[in-house]
């Protein structure tokens, strides 16, 4: 069974500080990644996915992340981040040729102080 | 509405009584999933369908728990007896089709508390 693992579940950071938060997986074949996150008081929305292709992924609001497979990573990475990006991010692997549903992390709660 | 709506947005059950939990996908979505996320986790994957199929119900962790999509766009997951280990929030989300590169959009869930 696949798995994802989040390393950091709550960060502090200033603002225009830079951001990365880390995410393993541990599936061998083939994968679909994806970043969701969610606002207080909102739901989940995607922020990035990858499929194939160029291994740097960019997101909405200025995110971006980096596939790595020999590392079994997919690290998001902002480089200054705002107040507003205050929010839970969970990272989501689908197998390629198995089941339909996401296998999530257990998200990283994210503090942007002013 | 735009999104997915899911209704009650908040359920209390005594222990042992049944609930029906309610998603109204986005119009037009062939895909939707359930998914239970317990406080301080992540969300974990409970069942599939495609249109009114159910293609996958691996995550279900119990007989108590049954997911309907009869005409292929409103879905209820019912959880029969419930006990305390169910508290969580309820999450559906559906996409457009069966791409499996179709965004998924989540809606605000429901949250399930046993007492």
């Known amino acids: 069974a696949q798995s994802v693992s989040q390393h950091n579940h709550h960060v502090i950071l200033s603002e225009a500080a830079s951001l990365e938060l880390g995410c393993n997986y541990s599936?061998?074949?083939?994968?679909?990644l994806f970043w969701y996150v969610q606002y207080p008081g909102q739901h989940l929305q995607l922020l990035l996915k990858?499929?194939?292709?160029?291994?740097l992924v960019k997101g909405i609001k200025g995110f971006e992340a980096e596939f790595i497979k020999s590392k079994f990573s997919f690290n998001l990475r902002k480089p200054s981040v705002q107040w507003s990006d205050t929010a839970e991010y969970f990272c989501?692997?689908?197998?390629?040729?198995?089941?339909?549903?996401?296998?999530f992390g257990k998200g990283t709660h994210l503090i942007i102080q002013p | 509405g735009a999104g997915v709506s899911q209704s009650p947005r908040y359920k209390v059950a005594k222990r042992g009584q049944d609930v029906a939990l309610r998603c109204d996908p986005i119009?037009?979505?062939?895909?939707l999933f359930w998914y239970q996320q317990a406080l301080g986790q992540g969300p974990e994957f409970l069942t599939y369908?495609?249109?009114?199929?159910?293609?996958?119900k691996s995550g279900l962790p119990s007989d108590r728990f049954f997911a309907e999509r009869p005409e292929g766009s409103v879905s209820t997951l019912k959880i029969q007896r419930t006990q305390q280990e169910d508290s969580a929030v309820y999450l559906c989300?559906?996409?457009?089709?069966?791409?499996?590169?179709?965004?998924?959009?989540f809606g605000q869930g429901t949250r399930l508390t046993v007492v």
């Open positions: 989300a559906s996409s457009l089709d069966r791409d499996r590169g179709s965004e998924a959009f």
């Open positions: 599936y061998g074949g083939t994968v679909n």
């Open positions: 990858y499929f194939s292709g160029d291994p």
């Open positions: 989501a692997v689908r197998s390629g040729g198995g089941a339909d549903g996401l296998t």
């Open positions: 119009s037009g979505h062939v895909s």
């Open positions: 369908f495609q249109n009114e199929a159910q293609l996958d």
